[in-house]
């Protein structure tokens, strides 16, 4: 993540900053087609239809209408199904995450406009919503509930997992979106899939039944980036896609503040990999000197970066 300053004052800003803190500025931002961030005052550009709502900061396409001539929707607001009464304290913390997701989509060079179209659909369980969480067809399906803190730690203790996050899981199911655009129709890419992730065709149902009845002995830490991801192919992809996604995060955020050098090779995930080792040994120490959890709490093995490596290689092939 780019380092951002308010246009009228330049003070620092930040990519969900609704005004500039100094000189009250409001502010919007635009997602460019290679992946930078543009911010600009919201009384020169208009903002989003569900700015308010939603507390969202992007703002509509340019010559974007609509139907009852009222503010137009953002990108991102655009393509989300969510309940008119949801819970603003559930909702807004997983748009946020979805529109950083959609930032780094951008930037990573995958396309998420045109078909098979990316979409969101939010439901709460406890408020009685049907939600079958996942992705099918480039949908996603999230459930509200997770945003709760309480609930959030409760689901991840449970599934003895290390890290979920709203945007963590939507990085996981983007990981599913990613292998529909690119893999599954490009036999190429769907033969270097199957070199290094195994064959998808494996009974999908019969294979999470069987991950559900055993017990983490640890033997997936060498090919694995997860106990999850030993469970399917696709969901061996899905979760060292969202490695991907948090390594790129978590590079680009390090090297705008100085962290750590940039890599050099803008699309070499070995580069990347290893600049995330240095950023994350930072970012851990940082929490710790505050009592926290480790910020990136993963151990990556040598076979875990080769499933990484090979994701970011799916987007940027080369035969």
Same mark, same amino acid.
């Given at each position: 993540m780019e380092r951002l300053h308010c246009p009228t004052c330049g003070n620092e800003v930040f990519f969900d900053s609704m005004r500039c803190v100094r000189c009250e500025t409001s502010l919007t931002l635009r997602v460019l087609p290679d992946g930078g961030l543009d911010v600009a005052d919201l009384a020169v550009t208009g903002g989003c239809r569900k700015r308010d709502d939603w507390r969202c900061n992007w703002r509509p396409d340019d010559g974007a209408v609509t139907t009852d001539g009222g503010p137009a929707w953002c990108p991102s607001c655009l393509i989300v199904d969510a309940p008119d009464d949801a819970r603003p304290t559930l909702l807004i913390p997983?748009? @946020? +995450?979805?529109?950083? +997701?959609?930032?780094?989509?951008?930037?990573? &060079?995958?396309?998420? #406009? !045109? /078909?098979? +179209?990316? #979409?969101?659909?939010y439901r709460?369980? @406890?408020?009685?919503?049907a939600a079958v969480i996942g992705h099918l067809g480039g949908l996603i399906t999230l459930d509200l509930d997770e945003a709760d803190p309480a609930r959030g730690e409760q689901i991840r203790s449970?599934?003895?997992?290390?890290?979920? !996050?709203?945007? &963590? =899981?939507?990085r996981h199911e983007l990981g599913h979106y990613v292998w529909l655009r690119h893999v599954a129709g490009d036999p190429?890419?769907? &033969? +270097?899939?199957?070199? !290094?992730?195994?064959?998808? !065709?494996?009974?999908?149902?019969?294979?999470?039944? *069987? =991950?559900y009845a055993r017990t983490d002995d640890?033997?997936? *830490?060498? /090919? =694995?980036?997860?106990?999850?991801? @030993?469970?399917?192919?696709?969901e061996d992809f899905a979760e060292s896609w969202a490695q991907v996604m948090h390594i790129h995060d978590v590079v680009s955020t390090g090297a705008a503040w100085g962290v750590i050098e940039p890599p050099a090779a803008p699309f070499d995930p070995a580069e990347w990999v290893s600049a995330a080792v240095t950023a994350s040994l930072a970012a851990n120490e940082l929490a710790r000197a505050m009592g926290m959890?480790?910020?990136?709490?993963?151990?990556?093995? @040598?076979?875990? #970066?080769? #499933?990484? /490596?090979?994701?970011?290689?799916?987007?940027h092939f080369r035969p």
């Open positions: 997983f748009l @946020s +995450a979805q529109r950083r +997701a959609l930032w780094q989509l951008t930037a990573l &060079g995958v396309e998420w #406009r !045109t /078909e098979p +179209a990316l #979409r969101f659909t709460s369980r @406890s408020a009685g919503g449970t599934l003895g997992e290390q890290y979920r !996050t709203p945007l &963590g =899981h939507i190429q890419r769907l &033969g +270097a899939f199957r070199a !290094t992730f195994g064959d998808e !065709t494996a009974d999908y149902q019969a294979a999470l039944d *069987r =991950h640890g033997a997936w *830490r060498d /090919e =694995h980036v997860s106990f999850y991801a @030993s469970a399917h192919p696709w959890r480790d910020l990136y709490p993963f151990a990556l093995s @040598s076979g875990a #970066r080769r #499933r990484i /490596e090979a994701c970011w290689q799916v987007v």
